[in-house]
């Protein structure tokens, strides 16, 4: 039983790291970002300072990683507890058999099914097709239910102080969009626009006639927290 439960925590624990990643970056982490953050929280193991600031300056950001927390602190001591206990199995004796299997037999039987489980758990995270589909699986769910919106918004590179750089997709309802690079006026919000991509065609360093159109992505360089609140509204 120990050992069923030990195995059942093991694949629920990959489950709720693979949705907290999905959830990362749907807030605007790029995916090996916000695969990396998710682990991080749920083993409690830290991250980096530069790193950090994504995660703590963003509300959405904070809840995910708090929930992670909390949700690894239970899955390990439920994982060590059902460990310990399936390094300690008992002596039982088969039906219609005349003699028991003793205990180092089960004990090695155990750890062989743990080491097996490890090993198939393994593969199959590192599975490529089996991980998409997982996680496009997993990403349409937590659109359809709309427990959360994927934001348009990619940090892509944090410098220092709350300042980055970041890509952003310009939706058809962007206030910017019909309007010239000078009358958004972005540099008073300290925002430069490094980048115009526009039909997979880039154009670095754009002049100040530049129009904003529908889908554009813009890669900018600023204060985050600037760009979120001036390029995300309507």
């Not at 693979?18 to 998710?38: H, N, S, Y």
Request: net charge positive.
């Amino acid at each position: 039983m120990n050992l069923v439960l030990f195995i059942t925590v093991l694949v629920i624990s990959f489950i709720v790291v693979r949705i907290g990643a999905i959830a990362f970056q749907m807030t605007g982490l790029e995916w090996t970002l916000a695969k990396f953050q998710a682990l991080s929280c749920f083993t409690s193991t830290g991250f980096t300072t530069k790193e950090a600031e994504l995660i703590t300056g963003n509300p959405q950001r904070r809840k995910i990683a708090s929930v992670l927390i909390v949700l690894g602190h239970a899955g390990l001591v439920t994982m060590v507890a059902t460990f310990a206990n399936s390094l300690r199995p008992k002596a039982f004796k088969i039906p219609f058999v005349s003699f028991k299997i003793p205990e180092f037999a089960l004990l090695l039987l155990n750890l062989l099914i743990i080491v097996t489980a490890l090993y198939i758990l393994y593969r199959i995270v590192n599975n490529i097709h089996f991980a998409s589909r997982i996680t496009g699986y997993l990403r349409k769910r937590f659109i359809g239910r709309k427990i959360m919106r994927p934001v348009s918004c990619e940090e892509l590179v944090l410098a220092t102080s709350g300042f980055g750089v970041t890509r952003i997709s310009v939706s058809e309802d962007s206030w910017i969009v019909g309007k010239k690079l000078a009358e958004a006026k972005l540099r008073e919000h300290n925002i430069n626009v490094l980048a115009v991509i526009r039909n997979d065609e880039t154009m670095p360093n754009p002049p100040a006639d530049t129009g904003f159109k529908t889908g554009d992505e813009l890669l900018c360089f600023g204060k985050l927290d600037s760009i979120r609140q001036e390029l995300m509204k309507s």
